[in-house]
């Protein structure tokens, strides 16, 4: 009797747990799948509007996609109950990330909503489109303040997102889904990041542009294809003053013509040591550092001297990358009855617009041509007033982002003399600093030092390899330099345009501080060691040549601070290259490899 009612009640147990299980997990679950798809579907139908640039369309998708997650929420809260088990904990974790991660687009759609047209995005007929160049520009400015007083809700909601999301431990799960957590993780920390870490930029954009007061800027352009610490040879400069948006050039000229002002001093060692034939110190010369704010106190220091001197607020640096983006965007542009144009020039495989800059600016003539340099000066001002001319929600969008992936990849380098503005842009990495970084850290430089235009056809392969021996960790990096192409004709004599010659490349390879090196290859002068920008530095002297290649390997030790539990490695790229692939392996497993346009950490 006993054994039958002990049998019942188990009988009535696995009933009940059954019918438990399939109540509270399989049913909320299997819903929970579901809708968890159809919001999938919907997410990728929101990307797909947003190329669109169309703000109603966009808040329409935006509402939809809202009301499915808050159905799936409810769904979801069904399983919450299970919050106390590590794997019921992250599914919370990740269903509130997302309700406050949409909270916080919501918001943003709505704030940029009545001022959609003005940063790109298509909202109906209005009459923004019917203003010139000079009145959009200072209708952005000035509405631009109104809508940022709103940033700040929006920040919070991205903050609870991404404490949410850091709750979530990927390390309990499989290889297979604890790389995809991983990935979007480091992908929402990024980009929150950059969001939170941009706000106080964002709020003095106004600022910037001249709201309260009048700013002045000092542009100057650095040739990447003659490449310097900074990103390249000075070229040109160009100043420039705003008030409410509206825009003057009061000067541009040459950058020889700015060196013509001043007295110059006897050549810092490194360019008596690596360059050819120069033994005084230039303001074309003067970006030796790769931190660009240190370059900016050398350059002042020569700039000061000069009769032309104006008092700046910020310097603004441009290379060759931006003024071709702007030509893909905006079409072939004239300046003084010369065509430029992005199309391949097959006389130097390169943009036909960077050719004939080349070509007005190095090539020599019987005669004398009046501001050769200035003309790029002239051709931006012209590309930038195009942009104004065009209707916003056709191009603004895409010049935003082009500009946005510039700063990212250090095209487009800004430096302000305000302190809070300064360590804005230094927070987002738009400064071009060598940061400070607590683990393994490597930043390569080359400067080429009379080389002509060779970096225009010199590509580079990078290879790094961490290997753990033991308690010390031993670090390998080989660069590869190749120039496929042919000499130029570089008699001046005869008129040739010397793009292509032997580079003469100085090369530093910043590391940790206090690293020690075992043997650097490759190098044709005595290498140095020493400290420089928080870092150890290693330095040497190659020379490529036209149908030629070059290999630089250097081994070190990273200092014992650094330790194999939490090993990671921060890859600061050069600012004006474009050139460059990047292989990463660490314990020989392959942790990145491909273009090396950004900066990279990798684990």
């Known amino acids: 009797m006993r054994r039958k009612k002990n049998f019942l009640s188990f009988f009535i147990f696995i009933i009940v747990f059954i019918f438990s299980?399939?109540?509270?997990?399989?049913?909320?679950?299997?819903?929970?799948?579901?809708?968890?798809?159809?919001?999938?579907?919907?997410?990728?139908?929101?990307?797909?509007?947003?190329?669109?640039?169309?703000?109603?369309?966009?808040?329409?998708?935006?509402?939809?996609?809202?009301?499915?997650?808050?159905?799936?929420?409810?769904?979801?809260?069904?399983?919450?109950?299970?919050?106390?088990?590590?794997?019921?904990?992250?599914?919370?974790?990740?269903?509130?990330?997302?309700?406050?991660?949409?909270?916080?687009?919501?918001?943003?759609?709505?704030?940029?909503?009545?001022?959609?047209?003005?940063?790109?995005?298509?909202?109906?007929?209005?009459?923004?489109?019917?203003?010139?160049?000079?009145?959009?520009?200072?209708?952005?400015?000035?509405?631009?303040?109104?809508?940022?007083?709103?940033?700040?809700?929006?920040?919070?909601?991205?903050?609870?997102?991404?404490?949410?999301?850091?709750?979530?431990?990927?390390?309990?799960?499989?290889?297979?889904?604890?790389?995809?957590?991983?990935?979007?993780?480091?992908?929402?920390?990024?980009?929150?990041?950059l969001f939170v870490d941009a706000k106080p930029l964002i709020k003095k954009l106004p600022e910037i542009f001249g709201k309260d007061e009048e700013k002045t800027y000092l542009v100057l352009f650095q040739n990447d294809k003659e490449r310097r610490a900074t990103g390249g040879f000075l070229t040109f400069y160009a100043v420039f003053k705003v008030k409410d948006g509206k825009i003057k050039i009061s000067q541009s000229s040459d950058i020889y013509d700015l060196d013509a002002t001043i007295p110059h001093p006897n050549a810092p060692l490194e360019i008596l040591t690596y360059h050819k034939g120069v033994n005084r110190f230039y303001i074309r010369d003067s970006n030796l550092s790769p931190d660009v704010p240190k370059s900016v106190s050398l350059f002042e220091s020569l700039y000061r001297k000069s009769s032309k001197r104006i008092n700046y607020d910020g310097i603004i640096f441009i290379d060759t990358k931006i003024l071709v983006d702007l030509l893909t965007i905006f079409g072939d542009t004239q300046v003084s009855g010369v065509n430029f144009s992005a199309r391949i020039d097959k006389r130097c495989d390169c943009p036909q617009a960077i050719y004939t800059l080349f070509d007005i600016v190095d090539r020599p003539t019987p005669y004398i041509r009046e501001n050769r340099k200035g003309i790029v000066g002239e051709l931006m001002y012209t590309l930038f007033y195009k942009a104004l001319g065009f209707s916003p929600g056709k191009y603004w969008g895409l010049l935003a982002q082009t500009m946005f992936d510039n700063l990212k990849q250090k095209h487009l380098i800004l430096y302000f003399n305000d302190p809070s503005l300064q360590e804005a842009v230094e927070k987002v990495n738009f400064a071009g600093k060598i940061v400070d970084y607590a683990s393994d850290y490597l930043h390569i430089n080359n400067v080429n030092f009379a080389g002509a235009k060779s970096n225009m056809f010199v590509s580079e392969t990078i290879e790094s390899k961490t290997v753990f021996e033991g308690e010390k960790i031993k670090r390998e990096l080989t660069i590869e330099y190749r120039n496929p192409y042919p000499h130029s004709d570089c008699n001046l004599e005869r008129g040739g345009l010397c793009l292509n010659a032997t580079l003469r490349n100085w090369l530093r390879v910043y590391v940790p501080k206090g690293a020690k090196l075992i043997s650097f290859s490759g190098s044709e002068k005595q290498v140095k060691t020493y400290d420089d920008l928080g870092k150890t530095v290693f330095e040497g002297f190659l020379q490529v040549y036209p149908k030629g290649k070059a290999k630089v390997t250097v081994s070190y030790y990273l200092p014992e601070r650094i330790k194999k539990e939490d090993y990671r490695l921060l890859i600061q790229k050069q600012p004006g290259t474009n050139n460059q692939t990047l292989t990463v392996f660490i314990d020989n497993k392959k942790a990145y490899d491909g273009t090396f346009d950004t900066d990279k950490e990798v684990r």
């Open 21 to 193: 299980g399939y109540v509270f997990i399989f049913k909320p679950a299997a819903e929970v799948r579901a809708k968890a798809e159809k919001i999938l579907v919907s997410a990728r139908n929101l990307k797909t509007t947003f190329a669109k640039n169309d703000i109603d369309l966009l808040q329409k998708e935006l509402d939809s996609l809202s009301n499915q997650y808050e159905d799936f929420k409810k769904s979801a809260q069904k399983l919450f109950w299970a919050s106390f088990i590590p794997y019921g904990s992250d599914f919370k974790n990740g269903v509130l990330a997302g309700d406050y991660l949409l909270k916080a687009a919501k918001e943003a759609v709505t704030v940029i909503s009545p001022y959609a047209d003005l940063i790109g995005f298509k909202k109906g007929e209005t009459s923004f489109v019917n203003l010139s160049a000079e009145e959009r520009l200072h209708t952005a400015i000035l509405t631009l303040d109104k809508m940022l007083q709103k940033i700040d809700p929006i920040t919070a909601d991205i903050a609870i997102a991404k404490k949410h999301l850091d709750k979530i431990d990927a390390r309990r799960y499989p290889k297979k889904y604890k790389e995809k957590i991983d990935l979007i993780k480091d992908q929402f920390n990024g980009l929150s990041g």
